[in-house]
T-cell receptor, first 110, second 116 residues
Framework: DAKTTQPTSMDCAEGRAANLPCNHS???????VYWYRQIHSQGPQYIIH???NNETNEMASLIITEDRKSSTLILPHATLRDTAVYYC???????????FGTGTRLTVIP | GAVVSQHPSWVICKSGTSVKIECRSL??????MFWYRQFPKQSLMLMAT?????????EQGVEKDKFLINHASLTLSTLTVTSAHPEDSSFYIC????????????FGQGTRLTVV
């Protein structure tokens, strides 16, 4: 599975959009981009995933560049409860297990 | 969404004893489940893949005789930490994924093990 690179930490003001970048320059054509988050002392929570098209659900939007070498997770209106570590993971089609990197620690500030 | 449940949420045990952690998929069948370990301020590290009806597959550096995994049914996998020592204190998390090309993985709430 392709390696992903994320900033170590980010801050975001409450109510503003949080844009979390992820670099996956070695991603292959059959690898999806998945985003999970982990709130302190809890199991990871699925957010969203995509292959090449932009995706949106009730939690977030995922913007994938045309060359698929990077993506951005957007939380449109961050709340204090969005404070967590966000993981971007490239997962090969049909693969079962996930390998987590270090993620981005997002802190939403009042 | 699908739910994966872990039990217990936390456990304290004496050094030298064994501890069993259960992972259940509540509304779907999982032929494969995964066990992770997470130390403070670190990321999740995959320990092993639990396969229903067959032996688990362990990641490099994980002792299979110390971390016993049993996956006796399509909805239950157990991890037993045998002869626990203080260095085994950690946050243990399981996950399961529905069968399919691009389905998300669901994670349990984790089990915090403290060995004293």
């Amino acid at each position: 599975d392709a390696k992903t690179t994320q900033p170590t930490s980010m801050d975001c003001a409450e109510g503003r959009a949080a844009n979390l970048p992820c670099n996956h320059s070695t991603i292959s054509g059959n690898e999806y981009v998945y985003w999970y988050r982990q709130i302190h002392s809890q199991g990871p929570q699925y957010i969203i995933h995509g292959l090449k098209n932009n995706e949106t659900n009730e939690m977030a939007s995922l913007i994938i560049t045309e060359d698929r070498k990077s993506s951005t997770l957007i939380l449109p209106h961050a709340t204090l409860r969005d404070t967590a570590v966000y993981y971007c993971i490239a997962v090969r089609t049909g693969a079962n297990n996930l390998f987590f990197g270090t993620g981005t620690r997002l802190t939403v500030i009042p | 969404g699908a739910v994966v449940s872990q039990h217990p949420s936390w456990v304290i045990c004496k050094s030298g004893t064994s501890v069993k952690i259960e992972c259940r998929s509540l509304d779907f069948q999982a032929t494969t489940m995964f066990w992770y370990r997470q130390f403070p301020k670190q990321s999740l590290m995959l320990m092993a893949t639990s396969n229903e009806g067959s032996k688990a597959t362990y990641e490099q550096g994980v002792e299979k005789d110390k971390f016993l995994i049993n996956h006796a049914s399509l909805t239950l996998s157990t991890l037993t930490v045998t002869s626990a020592h203080p260095e085994d204190s950690s946050f243990y998390i399981c996950s399961a994924r529905k069968t399919g090309a691009d389905t998300e993985a669901f994670f349990g709430q984790g089990t915090r093990l403290t060995v004293v």
